[in-house]
């Protein structure tokens, strides 16, 4: 298990959150050999180095509020290494010899790193594209060998995984999910946050030689032979100490890991429901000057996480014309005002943030929903008029449309009897 403080990667994130617009839509540029952290709307990828495609470490983490959640120490190194095997020519390390780097703060990053084996007789070239987005990280290996081809080589990727001898592992087929036997929380120490439950997918054109795992040990492996393309999908899924949030956790990836693929680029937030706020009913145009109401999960009164120390408020989502204030009390509780004048009817969803500061930064955030419905009394009398108005244009298809032709046919039937009469006069 290794952590890094987190306020020196909050330092490291707010600095980039500074990066403008443009440089963050760059093209794609030759980067020299290092490591840095790149963010994802949702997770902080640590220590990303572009010649290995190896990620030391990543933690759950909403960039829009520059917070941390409760899960950082994913990884201690992944991949640890991969390592191309050919049965005549030896083993190699990949490592890239050019670089080309897609770097987009918050959306979608792409690293493609070339390397070969220049050394051997008969060389490989091997194409890296390391792809991360939302909650997920994609490594794409491509291979070649243009004198020998592909029939004496396997592949391997093996990772370290910061749950340590704690590790434990399901593996179905091609899919693997790892978690911790211990998780354990305390927002108020960084450094005591769990490790995220991860879920992995092996897609390869090659032998696929399936899943090493030891029960304890913190190195999963996957292997492959004679394989041109082989590709591993991996996903991080948070959870707080609240409700169920680490079984709600696990259940999710265990549902995710055949789709990985497909679901590549999602957004998960974390499960365990720390706050239930209540909802609030409003109407269009009056003012409103209301204390949200809401309750926290036992979890966090355990944790003293209002009264150990400052805990910052964010309410997002309100419907305009309304605007959100905090005060945290003397006895760590925290009193949400919602103020203003409503402008537009219809229901909302609010999100209610609260975030555990030590040291400075933001961490632990733990979220609530609320449900906002605002009345708008305005359509009630437009369709009022509506009908209304509509009640000529019924009557002049209806009724009143058929009184003219009743009348004239009254006169036609009276005008022949009139006349039927005066012959019969004539005759008598």
């Given at each position: 298990?290794?952590?890094?403080?987190?306020?020196?990667?909050?330092?490291?994130?707010?600095?980039?959150?500074?990066?403008?617009?443009?440089?963050?839509?760059?093209?794609?540029?030759?980067?020299?050999?290092?490591?840095?952290?790149?963010?994802?709307?949702?997770?902080?990828?640590?220590?990303?180095?572009?010649?290995?495609?190896?990620?030391?470490?990543?933690?759950?983490?909403?960039?829009?509020?520059?917070?941390?959640?409760?899960?950082?120490?994913?990884?201690?190194?992944?991949?640890?290494?991969?390592?191309?095997?050919?049965?005549?020519?030896?083993?190699?390390?990949?490592?890239a010899t050019t670089t080309v780097s897609d770097i987009h703060e918050g959306a979608t990053s792409v690293i493609t790193m070339t390397g070969s084996t220049t050394a051997w007789e008969a060389p490989y070239v091997v194409v890296l594209t390391l792809?991360?987005?939302?909650?997920?990280?994609?490594?794409?290996?491509?291979?070649?060998?243009?004198?020998?081809?592909?029939?004496?080589?396997?592949?391997?990727?093996?990772?370290?995984?910061?749950?340590?001898?704690?590790?434990?592992?399901?593996?179905?087929?091609?899919?693997?999910?790892?978690?911790?036997?211990?998780?354990?929380?305390?927002?108020?120490?960084?450094?005591?946050?769990?490790?995220?439950?991860?879920?992995?997918?092996?897609?390869?054109?090659?032998?696929?030689?399936?899943?090493?795992?030891?029960?304890?040990?913190?190195?999963?492996?996957?292997?492959?032979?004679?394989?041109?393309?082989?590709?591993?999908?991996?996903?991080?899924?948070?959870?707080?100490?609240?409700?169920?949030?680490?079984?709600?956790?696990?259940?999710?990836?265990?549902?995710?890991?055949?789709?990985?693929?497909?679901?590549?680029?999602?957004?998960?937030?974390?499960?365990?429901?720390?706050?239930?706020?209540?909802?609030?009913?409003?109407?269009?145009?009056?003012?409103?000057?209301?204390?949200?109401?809401?309750?926290?999960?036992?979890?966090?009164?355990?944790?003293?996480?209002?009264?150990?120390?400052?805990?910052?408020?964010?309410?997002?989502?309100?419907?305009?014309?309304?605007?959100?204030?905090?005060?945290?009390?003397?006895?760590?509780?925290?009193?949400?005002?919602?103020?203003?004048?409503?402008?537009?009817?219809?229901?909302?969803?609010?999100?209610?943030?609260?975030?555990?500061?030590?040291?400075?930064?933001?961490?632990?955030?733990?979220?609530?929903?609320?449900?906002?419905?605002?009345?708008?009394?305005?359509?009630?009398?437009?369709?009022?008029?509506?009908?209304?108005?509509?009640?000529?244009?019924?009557?002049?298809?209806?009724?009143?449309?058929?009184?003219?032709?009743?009348?004239?046919?009254?006169?036609?039937?009276?005008?022949?009897?009139?006349?039927?009469?005066?012959?019969?006069?004539?005759?008598?």
């Amino acid at each position: 298990m290794r952590t890094r403080p987190v306020y020196k990667t909050i330092a490291a994130a707010a600095a980039i959150l500074m990066i403008s617009a443009a440089s963050v839509l760059a093209m794609p540029t030759a980067a020299s050999a290092g490591a840095s952290d790149i963010n994802t709307n949702s997770i902080q990828w640590q220590g990303v180095d572009d010649t290995t495609g190896y990620i030391e470490d990543a933690a759950t983490y909403d960039l829009a509020h520059n917070s941390f959640g409760w899960n950082n120490d994913a990884f201690d190194g992944l991949p640890n290494p991969f390592t191309l095997h050919d049965t005549t020519q030896g083993d190699w390390q990949f490592v890239a010899t050019t670089t080309v780097s897609d770097i987009h703060e918050g959306a979608t990053s792409v690293i493609t790193m070339t390397g070969s084996t220049t050394a051997w007789e008969a060389p490989y070239v091997v194409v890296l594209t390391l792809t991360l987005s939302g909650n997920y990280a994609h490594w794409s290996y491509r291979l070649s060998n243009a004198t020998i081809g592909l029939a004496n080589s396997s592949v391997t990727f093996t990772g370290n995984i910061g749950s340590d001898s704690n590790s434990r592992y399901v593996v179905n087929g091609k899919t693997l999910v790892s978690d911790t036997t211990t998780p354990t929380f305390s927002s108020q120490n960084s450094n005591e946050s769990s490790d995220p439950i991860i879920g992995y997918d092996v897609v390869t054109n090659g032998t696929f030689g399936g899943w090493t795992t030891v029960e304890g040990r913190d190195s999963p492996r996957a292997d492959a032979a004679g394989a041109s393309n082989f590709d591993v999908y991996l996903v991080l899924f948070g959870y707080t100490p609240c409700a169920n949030g680490f079984a709600d956790a696990k259940t999710a990836v265990t549902a995710l890991v055949p789709t990985l693929p497909a679901t590549f680029g999602d957004r998960y937030g974390d499960a365990g429901t720390c706050i239930t706020v209540s909802p609030l009913s409003l109407t269009k145009g009056v003012p409103v000057n209301q204390v949200l109401s809401y309750t926290i999960d036992p979890a966090l009164t355990a944790d003293s996480y209002f009264t150990n120390g400052p805990v910052s408020t964010v309410v997002d989502d309100l419907p305009a014309g309304l605007t959100a204030t905090s005060l945290q009390q003397e006895d760590g509780s925290v009193v949400v005002t919602i103020s203003g004048t409503p402008t537009t009817g219809g229901n909302f969803t609010a999100r209610l943030l609260f975030a555990a500061t030590f040291d400075g930064p933001s961490s632990h955030q733990v979220l609530g929903r609320t449900s906002i419905a605002v009345a708008d009394p305005s359509p009630v009398a437009t369709a009022a008029v509506a009908t209304a108005a509509a009640v000529p244009e019924l009557a002049a298809t209806g009724t009143d449309a058929a009184a003219p032709m009743g009348l004239g046919g009254m006169l036609l039937i009276a005008g022949l009897g009139i006349a039927v009469l005066a012959r019969r006069r004539r005759l008598a």
